[in-house]
């Protein structure tokens, strides 16, 4: 792995840990708020914890990554070695390791997120519900929604209603054109989760006493 390859992947493991402690407070505060008995039955505990298992798993691959850097060789034959000791070039087998982390992760988590965020909603207008909440976080949100949506079609902006996205989110101009590829990086990607973990919080907490039914699924 060359020298930039292990910066990005530095500051990338970082930010992973950074939001399994974010993920790791929030469900705690959701449990504390929880007044009910069958907390550890309630899908918006659960969810956050799946969030963070995913988080903590891509960690993992993270580090992988980074003990293919410090000793490539020797981790590299024990890999191929584990597949049936396929003949799998060292840079191929490298670069399908870091399209793992780079997509299943933003899948994966985008998933949970987002059908986390829309299943505590039950009734009426979805959209105007959103509005109860700070615009950055709602902008977030519809970024989150859209990334994930672009993951179907190989990375590009292609909603059903042929409409173009604008938001002004956290310093950002977010402009998706229809038929483009939607562009990111390491710093905006962790706004928009950070973000979408404080959502998925304030919408569980805004629903506990409304829906204490709700559970796992």
């Given at each position: 792995?060359?020298?930039?390859?292990?910066?990005?992947?530095?500051?990338?493991?970082?930010?992973?840990?950074?939001?399994?402690?974010?993920?790791?407070?929030?469900?705690?505060?959701?449990?504390?708020?929880?007044?009910?008995?069958?907390?550890?039955?309630?899908?918006?505990?659960?969810?956050?914890?799946?969030?963070?298992?995913?988080?903590?798993?891509?960690?993992?691959?993270?580090?992988?990554?980074?003990?293919?850097?410090?000793?490539?060789?020797?981790?590299?034959?024990?890999?191929?070695?584990?597949?049936?000791?396929?003949?799998?070039?060292?840079?191929?087998?490298?670069?399908?390791?870091?399209?793992?982390?780079?997509?299943?992760?933003?899948?994966?988590?985008?998933?949970?997120?987002?059908?986390?965020?829309r299943f505590f909603f039950k009734e009426g207008s979805f959209k105007q519900y959103l509005t109860k909440f700070d615009a950055d976080l709602v902008s977030a949100y519809?970024?989150?929604?859209?990334?994930?949506?672009?993951?179907?079609?190989?990375?590009?902006?292609?909603?059903?209603?042929?409409?173009?996205?604008?938001?002004?989110y956290r310093d950002y101009n977010v402009d998706y054109k229809y038929g483009d590829f939607v562009r990111t990086n390491l710093k905006f990607l962790y706004l928009v989760?950070?973000?979408?973990?404080?959502?998925?919080?304030?919408?569980?907490?805004?629903?506990?006493?409304?829906?204490?039914?709700?559970?796992?699924?």
């Open positions: 792995m060359n020298t930039n390859k292990n910066r990005i992947f530095k500051i990338v493991g970082k930010l992973l840990k950074r939001l399994t402690s974010i993920s790791y407070q929030y469900q705690g505060e959701i449990y504390e708020a929880a007044t009910f008995d069958n907390k550890d039955s309630d899908a918006r505990i659960a969810l956050m914890g799946f969030i963070r298992c995913e988080l903590i798993a891509t960690y993992f691959d993270y580090n992988n990554l980074l003990e293919l850097n410090n000793n490539p060789t020797i981790k590299l034959n024990k890999i191929k070695k584990s597949l049936g000791e396929v003949d799998i070039p060292n840079n191929i087998l490298e670069n399908i390791l870091i399209e793992h982390l780079r997509r299943n992760f933003p899948i994966h988590i985008y998933s949970l997120l987002e059908s986390g965020n519809q970024i989150l929604r859209h990334i994930r949506n672009s993951m179907h079609s190989n990375g590009y902006f292609l909603p059903n209603d042929k409409k173009d996205y604008y938001c002004y989760i950070s973000d979408n973990l404080k959502l998925y919080k304030l919408m569980a907490l805004d629903s506990l006493e409304k829906n204490p039914e709700i559970v796992l699924i």
